[in-house]
């Protein structure tokens, strides 16, 4: 990939489901992340921020997501999951380095920020509504939450990622707006994975290798990547 329309990256083409899909969770985990909450403190009912924003802001339950910010989400997704910081704390967080970066797009996985770094400059006290988070807080999570999450991106010579090959399927699945419009696809074939286990799904393995001219390996690897996302979400649900 010499030449790369960074504008794809930016395009939202996946679905809450799908993005949810993706990540392992369920459409309402996504949504809960995206949209204000209600909650009720001393009798009085009070709207709480998003842990999370897209870039173009929509409040629609129908939303949808680019490729980066899906790759924000993923940042997220592992932040809430590693359970030593509480969620206050997390949209603390994600609040304040949204003010020190100042507009920097996609913040979370661009190269520029902390997470490549863990710079002193950003080891800063970060309030909000009352929540306290202090550098130490911070640094825990570029360092054992945020970076470890990079890893599996790729960057090629820009700041921010072009591809995602999922942990457990390097070399073999991998995800980007540049092929066939973000679906994850099998790495040296090029095929989407969603259509090679519809068709095993539906005709069997050798059926399938065939009717994409694929060994079949590939067939059984199409099925069992799409079978996993569909395990992730039924435990999320």
Known sequence: MTSIDHSLLERRIYSVPRAAGLLGLSSRQLRSWMMPQRRVVN???????????PTIDDPREDASVSFLD????????AMIENGRIKRP????????WRNLTQGMPHY?????FAPRLIPTSLAVEIKDEGV?????????LMAEVIQPELIDLDY??????????PKGWENEITVSPLLSFGE?????????????????????VEAAAMQFHVPLQ???LAAGFELSLVKKQRKQA
Request: net charge positive; aromatic share 2%; hydrophobic share 45%.
């Open 43 to 53: 009798g009085i009912s009070r709207e709480i921020a998003p842990i999370w924003r």
């Open 70 to 77: 899906l790759m924000e989400l993923k940042i997220i997704r």
């Open 89 to 96: 704390k997390i949209r603390a967080c994600i609040k304040g």
């Open 108 to 112: 979370l996985v661009n190269k520029k």
């Open 132 to 140: 306290l988070v202090d550098a130490a807080t911070q640094q825990c």
């Open 156 to 165: 090629g010579s820009s700041d921010l990622p072009h591809s995602w090959i």
């Open 184 to 204: 994850p696809v099998i790495s040296k074939e090029l095929i989407p994975t969603s259509a090679l286990a519809l068709a095993v799904e539906a005709d069997g």
């Open 218 to 220: 590939i067939a059984r």
